[in-house]
């Protein structure tokens, strides 16, 4: 079996599974104690909390929140601005964002806030001008994700931000930068960013675990209530093992990102060249100049996404289409819609996502089965 | 051989699965999406619901096979829920799982099994095939209670070549043992009796919502025409049906025919009820053509016993002469054609022919 769904999820890496094995079995402190045990726990915890901030160029290590994965840092950075103070702040935010972003918006809409979609283009890019043009006095919080997850596609996020601060300088931008981390360079100074949200199973750390950037001075409502941790931005009982891991998966992903980029950007165009011997008219659905070097989200004219992925699992290759839902049945997925696709076509439009365990053969390897399939079902 | 199944979440399709793997086949399991609400969530009622296709992916899990749920949401919106809508509008009492059958299960699906991957189709449904040199025959289930024959008569010699239904050969209780014995979790989960794009069990309350023409107030007339009372939409009867009308005349009364479209019902005398046979349409035969002994035994509804009677080619369609006098037959069911425990075909009930003619008509 081939593995090309590392958008999804991909591979714990060895030095996540060795930081939480150190801490598995005494590990357990609650760092919120005044004990020995106690201590030891929160010795780690800020340590992790200091590198972290470190890994990601934020000036301080408090403005570091961690939370259960990227879904809640989406929530507490959506949320936890547009409803700072009681107030019902306005939110604007691109049509292809992840639903853990769209999905809190939809719901503060719901409560009384201003919600403002900015369209993207057909490539799935968002004009900064247009993102800045859509920024009011009532605006709580400006939300562009660094990167797709559907389709790969790298947003001008540090342009976006430019923009946001000509228009309103006080207004905070929020990236969700869940999918690229692995791949891009994320520096909060040079992104331009107020709120940051990391998640770390996408890259090679454990599930349940994540982060919010949050600049000093951004004022946030806690979603989460309770016994105040995090200086009262989330609180719960803090996951030391799952942080320490994440921790350690982020310092091992920027050690290894140059060369990551290099290996799954050449495993990938390898397995389009080859593809294309197969699927002529294949179609990529990304810009090629903006595009993460691990994501190949292409189209195969003719050709129903649903059968497909279902022969690709019988032929060993995993592979994904739009966004699952619980039940598992795929639907049309709105990134694609928001990108001017029709429903036929998003519904022939199939993703592959080489990860940081790829080798250099499997492009070559994968093009031929899913080549062979698709040349059977047309 | 690698099998599809097409799994809804209850025990007679899990166990299906179950019997096609100890045979030593490869099995895929399959749950079909059909209905949505309006977020593109699956319904939490009545059959396959969230809940239901959980239950079938752990049972595909648990029997080590790989499970995906299709997306048929559009097709069975057009092909089975506007069509229940339209047709109990124009008057008729349809049976939307034989059309789900008809179009989505043994159409779509089916056509779809080799691009699969699968040569066969197969569902949990109670009925049996047999082969013999005539080809294949369609049977009734071995346990008579839960015989699901009826809803399968539209299937011919193509569709029956390329499906298995190996819990027709079971009694109900064995099925639910051997899912037990497999320790599968819908070992003891109760029979679904709603439809599935019923989101509250009853299928009036959708029509109220979807169709509230059904829901209109309207009257009541005799046979002759005359009101003899009012109701408060046609959504409430069911041809046949005696008691809530409403309406005290000394000797009972019947509804004997519903009009949506004018917001009529119309009732009367028990023998003004009664039909002496019935035109059916789209008929289809299992062995492809009509058998040369037309007296069969014909099924009217899904839980009825099958009556004597003599079918008559007329033109596209078929009328069936009752040797007695049938009750409370309502266009748009079924009228299946048996001899013995076998099905020879089928089609729909378009309209009844009445022993005594109603002034009306």
Redesign the interface.
Known sequence: MLYLDHAATTVLRPEATEAMAALAADGYGNPSGLHGVSRRAKNVLEAARERAADLIGADHPLEIVFTGGGTEADNLAIAGRALVGGQRGGIVTVATEHDAVLETARFLATMGCDVTIVPVDRSGRVDPSAAGAAVTEGTAVVSVMTANNETGVVQPVAAVAEAVTAAAPTVPVHTDAVQAFIAEPVDVAALGVSLLSLAAHKFGGPKGVGLLYVRNGVELEPVLHGGGQELGRRSGTHNVVGITGMVAAMEATVADRNSYRHRVAAARDAFEDGLRGYVPDLVVNAPLDARLPQHSHVRFPGVGAETLLIRLDQAGIAAAAGSACHSGAIDISHVLAAMGMTAVEAGECVRFSFGWVTQSGDGPFAADIVGKVVEDLR | MRALVAMSGGVDSSVAAALMLEDGHDV?GV?L?QWEGAA???PTAGCCT?AD??DA?RVAAQLDM??????YVDEFRSEVVDRFGADYMDGRTPNPCIECNRTVRFRALLE?TA???CDVLVTGHHARIRRDDDGFHLLAAVDGSKDQSYVLHMLGQRELARIRLPVGEMRKDDVRRHAARLGLRTASKPDSQDLCFVRTGDYRDFLREEFPEAARPGVIVDTEGVEVGRHGGTVDFTIGQRKGLGVALGEARYVVDIEPSTATIVIGRKRELEVRGCVVEGVSFVAGAAPADRSVSVKVRYRSRPVPGVLHQDGAAWRVDFTDPQLGIAPGQAAVFYRGDEVLGGGTIARTLQSTRHPRY
């Open positions: 895929v749950t999406k593109g969530e699956m969230v296709a959980e992916g790989p499970y995906y749920v299709l997306d779809r691009a699969l991957g």
